[in-house]
């Protein structure tokens, strides 16, 4: 699995966070959802859940699309 970008969160994730990243995870299609299913380690899959909350909530955000881009590229082809 590729190396989450950027600096390690400071502050564990409120149990509202987590909530909003499984119902990013939830509404995505099953081949992303198959993608989640391969990576191994909770930091990693909160990684990817992140960069897949960033890219629904804003779409045209640069960052945010590379963020998804660095996790596709890695996972779609597994």
């Known amino acids: 699995a590729p190396k989450p970008l950027g600096r390690p969160r400071r502050r564990p994730d409120t149990p509202d966070e987590l909530a909003a990243l ?15 299913q391969a990576i191994e380690g909770e930091a990693d899959r909160l990684a990817f859940l992140r ?14 699309q590379r ?3 660095h996790w596709y590229r890695a996972l779609a082809r597994a």
């Open 67 to 69: 963020r998804w881009g």
């Open 22 to 36: 499984m119902a990013v995870y939830w509404a995505a299609d099953s081949a992303v959802q198959g993608m989640f």
């Open 51 to 64: 960069a897949l909350k960033g890219v629904a909530d804003a779409p045209d955000d640069p960052n945010a």
